[in-house]
Nanobody, 126 residues
């Protein structure tokens, strides 16, 4: 099983950009679909984006389409989330997750995903 560590969060003004990284240690990173999720204060954790093991399938929640880009580098055991045109409503703790399901199913299996990182805080000021 892999272990996940997120980085790249911080404070940014509305309209700005951040790139989150999720580094995986352990074996068989390339056998996992990877996803990004977020949890705002007082709200449930929600799906943001997911990518299949080889990057061939990518999915986004509607609110981030056209602004966020998920990618992965299996040689570096890392998945990224490039976030552009950030809005105050994007403020949340962002988590990456790994699962040996399909990328499409990650959004629907949020309570049963195999591995979670510890999260990184993104704060977007208006």
């Amino acid at each position: 099983q892999v272990q996940l560590v997120e980085s790249g969060g911080g404070l940014v003004q509305a309209g700005g950009s951040l790139r989150l990284s999720c580094a995986a240690s352990g074996r068989s990173f390339s056998s996992y679909a990877m996803g990004w999720f977020r949890q705002a204060p007082g709200k449930e954790r929600e799906f943001v984006a997911a990518i299949s093991w080889n990057g061939g399938r990518i999915y986004y929640t509607d609110s981030v389409k056209g602004r966020f880009t998920i990618s992965r580098d299996n040689a570096k055991n890392t998945v990224y989330l490039q976030m552009n045109s950030l809005k105050p409503e994007d403020t949340a703790v962002y988590y990456c997750a790994a699962d040996r399901t399909t990328a499409r199913d990650m959004a629907h299996r949020i309570r049963n995903l195999e591995v979670w990182g510890q999260g990184t805080l993104v704060t977007v000021s208006s």
